[in-house]
Nanobody
Framework: QVQLVESGGGSVQAGGSLKLSCAASGYTDSNCGMYWYRQAPGKERELVASIRRDGRTSYADSVKGRFTISQNNEKNTLYLQMNSLKSEDTAEYYC?????????????????????WGQGTQVTVSS
């Protein structure tokens, strides 16, 4: 069974930093990519950053240059380093994993509805 557990959220003043972690367990060898999403009250869920199996990363325009996604494969942990935080970064942050069982060599696109999700961690940035 796949399990994702986020941690590291909290309250910080604008301009500050936080580092989120997401510990993954189960079928991690079948992982095609990992993602950080966020959702603020009354807003749509937003893809913040992604890291694919081959290490390629991508970011939402709103966080480019401020956030960095990374992973420690030995620890099966995903990270999101968030610097220069703004009040508009306030949201519940979720990690998600694109785990293919059975493994299909990552053919086809990421399908969030078929992914595995953590329970979320709250980030609050005060101005």
């Amino acid at each position: 069974q796949v399990q994702l557990v986020e941690s590291g959220g909290g309250s910080v003043q604008a301009g500050g930093s936080l580092k989120l972690s997401c510990a993954a367990s189960g079928y991690t060898d079948s992982n095609c990519g990992m993602y950080w999403y966020r959702q603020a009250p009354g807003k749509e869920r937003e893809l913040v950053a992604s890291i694919r199996r081959d290490g390629r990363t991508s970011y939402a325009d709103s966080v480019k240059g401020r956030f960095t996604i990374s992973q420690n494969n030995e620890k099966n942990t995903l990270y999101l380093q968030m610097n220069s935080l703004k009040s508009e970064d306030t949201a519940e942050y979720y990690c998600a994993a694109d785990i293919r069982v059975p493994y299909d060599y990552c053919s086809g696109p990421w399908r969030p509805d078929f992914g595995y999700w953590g329970q979320g961690t709250q980030v609050t940035v005060s101005s």
